[in-house]
């Protein structure tokens, strides 16, 4: 039987292993605490306007919103948040919460301290 986890061949020390890669691991296994927000942003995919989301929970590594469309993982999209230029991303699940998305690039800590502190749950 084989699993649904996707993975990558390492060869170390010891021999040829096999690595979850870093889609899976971000959605089993994450890499960096995620903190719950509620942050008024825009999302954009390629070649489409801008809409309105609500970033509901992020870490260093990536984030949720409530941006309730069938997107399909590996999809590269765009996130702007208030007083920061867009972010690129891509998705790795949708459900009916939102969707989830990792940061092409880990975003710098002093950022995510400033969301968490501006823009709690309440």
Do not use: Q
């Not at 903190?35 to 999302?43: G, S």
């Not at 970033?55 to 920061?84: I, K, N």
């Amino acid at each position: 039987m084989s699993d649904s986890i996707t993975y990558m061949a390492a060869v170390t020390n010891t021999g040829v292993e096999r690595i979850p890669t870093y889609a899976m691991a971000s959605v089993e296994d994450r890499c960096a605490p995620r903190h719950r927000l509620a942050i008024p942003a825009r999302m954009r995919f390629s070649c489409s306007s801008s809409f309105p989301v609500e970033v509901t929970d992020m870490s260093l590594a990536g984030f949720a919103c409530d941006a309730l469309l069938t997107v399909h993982p590996g999809t590269l999209c765009w996130l702007t948040l208030p007083g920061l230029g867009a972010l690129e991303a891509e998705v790795v699940h949708h459900g009916n919460e939102g969707i989830g998305c990792s940061f092409k690039s880990l975003l710098n800590p002093a950022v995510l301290d400033h969301y968490i502190a501006k823009y709690p749950v309440v």
